[in-house]
């Protein structure tokens, strides 16, 4: 492929990510949403789509520190998108989202795109990551909150099937995450499965 192709690839990818957010009118209840642009976010090497609604919802936690500002929050989310780009050589940052515990979502990926969180769950799941270790110990209140408004957010919106199920990474991965208390949590939201 020519760069020439390749230039003109991009940008209509680019246009078709802006023409898709700018038709879609997200339900009153969504948690704020700071766009890839706001916390400095890099451009994904390949875009893959999924096809929507997905049928699961994969939760995380980014085993970082915590942040409880836009600020704190956008160093930590870009600092996982280098580790992922240059380290792991990921197309992008592995997470669909991220929530920040100052009760504000994070655009990872992205919406209807294929990330790289769980394997063999990437095309048909949105990756939801908390930002920091829950281990040891819950979230703050407002990032739990956000997370669960964003998820009734993407089920209004149509990102979601209406019967989609609810996991936390390590029922279909080797892996702790979300950690022992994030995941004591999520085993209480509407959705949660027990098994995929």
């Known amino acids: 492929m020519s760069s020439a192709h390749k230039l003109i690839t991009s940008f209509l990818l680019v246009l078709f990510d802006l023409l898709v957010a700018t038709a879609i009118v997200w339900p009153a209840k969504c948690p704020e949403i700071v766009p890839k642009q706001r916390w400095d976010g890099r451009a994904a090497l390949t875009v893959n789509y999924t096809i929507i609604p997905v049928e699961y919802v994969i939760v995380h936690h980014t085993v970082t520190n915590e942040c409880i500002t836009t600020n704190g929050c956008s160093s930590v989310v870009k600092s996982i998108q280098n580790f992922h780009m240059d380290e792991l050589d990921f197309h992008d940052i592995g997470y669909n989202f991220l929530v920040g515990g100052d009760g504000k979502i994070y655009e990872g990926a992205g919406w209807h795109k294929v990330g790289a ?3 063999g769950y990437n095309s048909k799941s949105l990756g939801l990551a908390f930002i920091g270790d829950f281990s040891k110990k819950y979230p703050p209140s407002a990032q739990t909150a956000a997370g669960l408004k964003f998820i009734e957010c993407a089920l209004d919106a149509g990102e979601l099937r209406d019967d989609y199920k609810l996991l936390g990474a390590k029922q279909v991965s080797q892996t702790v995450s979300p950690g022992a208390y994030l995941y004591l949590q999520i085993k209480g939201w ?6 995929p």
């Open 117 to 119: 969180h769980t394997r």
């Open 190 to 195: 509407p959705n949660y499965a027990s098994s």
